[in-house]
């Protein structure tokens, strides 16, 4: 199947800093990608949908100046935790699928990140 | 909106036994239902995809159904193996979206050896 990368796959950082996750699509092109987030022993929670080349759309409750995504290119995704907190510390995830005509819609999942604030 | 519940929270059974989770959704209009593996600090990994005109699937020793109806899903697992452990979550698309996926909170399998 398809991979989905994401690089770091653990990132420790102090209250304050920004941080930046990348998801990275190997072998196809993904117009369209996902990031969730998952805190220990909760199920994932969809954070945002990015679309490439155009503005993420956040789910509610989500701050969009908080958490920047950028979908430059149809392979790369980008969230940047700003001025982290130790409550931002979870296990964030990123999904992508092609959904240009004739695609197959198979929506693909990354690794994680384990993001842990200090 | 749509709330996905699973039951049991947690589950231990000895090596050999077959087994049952189970998944409920709130919204029955869905388009289809996923079943994942996830592995601790790890990410996820499908399982079975049943389409809404669907009634099963099946991969090897796993065989999930759905019953759009009632809002419901179970994954069976047959002859389990320590292997086997890990978290079983269902996820089913919201949100006016295919795509855009609600997950339980998992099942927390452990097959003792």
């Known amino acids: 199947g398809a991979v989905v990368s994401q690089h770091p796959s653990r990132v420790i950082c102090k209250s304050g800093t920004s941080v930046k996750i990348e998801c990275r699509s190997l072998?196809?092109?993904?117009?369209?990608m996902f990031w969730y987030r998952q805190f220990p022993k909760q199920s994932l929670m969809l954070m945002a949908t990015s679309n490439e080349g155009s503005k993420a759309t956040y789910e509610q409750g989500v701050e969009k100046d908080k958490f920047l995504i950028n979908h430059a290119s149809l392979t790369l995704s980008t969230l940047t935790v700003t001025s982290a907190h130790p409550e931002d510390s979870s296990f964030y995830i990123c999904?992508?699928?092609?959904?240009?005509?004739?695609?197959?819609?198979?929506?693909?999942f990354g690794p994680g990140t384990r993001l842990t604030v200090l | 909106k749509q709330e996905v519940t699973q039951i049991p929270a947690a589950l231990s059974v000895p090596e050999g036994e077959n087994l049952v989770l189970n998944c409920s959704f709130t919204d029955s209009a869905i388009y289809n239902l996923q079943w994942f593996r996830q592995d601790p600090g790890k990410g996820l990994t499908s399982l079975l995809l049943?389409?809404?005109?669907?009634r099963e699937q099946t991969s090897g020793r796993l065989n999930a159904s759905l019953d759009k109806s009632s809002g419901r899903s179970t994954l069976y697992i047959a002859a389990s193996q320590p292997g086997d452990s890990a978290t079983y979550l269902c996820?089913?698309?919201?949100?006016?979206?295919?795509?855009?996926?609600?997950f339980g909170k998992g099942t927390l399998l452990t097959v003792n050896p």
């Open positions: 072998d196809f092109q993904a117009t369209t």
């Open positions: 996820a089913v698309p919201s949100g006016g979206s295919n795509y855009k996926l609600t």
């Open positions: 049943i389409q809404s005109s669907q």
């Open positions: 999904s992508a699928l092609n959904l240009m005509r004739g695609a197959t819609d198979t929506q693909y």
